[in-house]
């Protein structure tokens, strides 16, 4: 049997163990100052004691149990206090205490009003049998109800005490849970931001290294495939530059102004792929919201990365209209088809500063659409 498991948890209190000893210790001394002419009272009272102790311990384990042995004890000795000198009422008094503080949870407070009557009407025989007035029962009784009080006034106090510490905890674990959807939000930002940047970057990279290939072997031309390799260095260069920009952006530092990062992105992309890219803005610029910003210059990433993949060498056209908050649209001849994690991580960057994303063809062209509204 594990010991630990039957001892009260409190360190304190009624129910505690320091309120046991205490407890324990002022019925041996009240018990000690008795003297019943009778050798059998001293059995009860030593026997009543034993069985008083082993119910105090197990109140936290095993209530029903502890009830059970408790009950015994306060009729035994409330049959008993009417003789002389027993003092007897001391263990009726702690007995039906620690029944009073024991919580029953679904039997409520019927456990104690059944041991109440129980004690009153072994007061009543107790008043009967050794002759004893009604003054003398209506004072036992008094007694009873202030020390029932009492337990019940402290076993509300151990129930509000285990409610709050239930409380604290479902308060700690949701802190622990709040932190946890924080981090992996974080973490999915993050990989937006990485795949943005290194899908476009890469992309190009490939793809200048492809041509570089293409003509070492197919034309041996070496001076042209130097120039793709030395363009294809201006890329690595320019895709660290973006990957620090992405870094900064993290980290809430400033980011360049959305019209012009959105022209040097074309640009960019016009360079590396030998592609037709048209930029028009309408309306009165504003500077956005960083975090709309980044979003808008990622789903423009992510749009003439799918174009180059999907539709190489097909022209494209970007718009940037300012009205009523900022909307990007991406268009280029030929279908795209397919989406993967970009369009995805797009939706979601899109989604976090309040905006949507469109995509799917135009007649036969491919359009994406990114739009976030004035707040």
Known sequence: M??????????HGESGWVGRILTAGVVVAVLATAR?????VWVVLTVSFVVFVIGSVLMASRPY???????????????????????????VLVAITDIAVIDFERHGNRPIVAA?????????????????????????????????????????????ARQTEQLLEQTRLAQSEHARAAALEERGRIARELHDVLAHSLGALSVQLEVAEALLDE????????????????????????????????????VPDLAEAVAALAEQHENDHGTAVRLSVTGTVVR?????????????????????????????ELQLAYSEGVRLSVRNKGATTGEGFGL?????????VGGTLTAGPDGDDWLVVAEVPNE
């Open 2 to 11: 594990n010991l630990k498991a039957l001892l009260p948890t409190r360190p």
């Open 36 to 40: 019943p002419a009778d050798g059998w």
């Open 65 to 91: 149990a502890a009830l059970v042995l408790l009950s015994a004890v306060a009729v035994t000795n409330a049959l008993i206090a009417g003789y002389p000198q027993s003092n007897s009422l001391a263990l």
């Open 116 to 160: 109440g009557i129980g004690v009153a009407a072994a007061y009543a025989g107790s008043a009967w049998w050794f002759g004893q007035p009604d003054t003398w029962y209506f004072t036992q009784l008094l007694w009873t109800a202030v020390l029932v009080a009492f337990g019940l006034n402290r076993r509300q106090y151990e129930v509000q």
């Open 219 to 254: 034309r041996d031309d070496t001076e042209g495939a130097l120039e793709r390799v030395r363009r294809s260095r201006r890329l690595a260069v320019q895709g660290l530059t973006e990957a620090r920009n992405a870094v900064a952006a993290l980290r809430a530092d400033s």
């Open 288 to 316: 956005a919201d960083s975090g709309v910003t980044v979003a808008l210059l990622g789903a423009a990433r992510e749009a003439l990365t799918n174009a180059a993949r999907h539709a190489p060498g097909q022209p494209i």
């Open 344 to 352: 995805a991580g797009m939706r979601e960057r899109l989604a976090l």
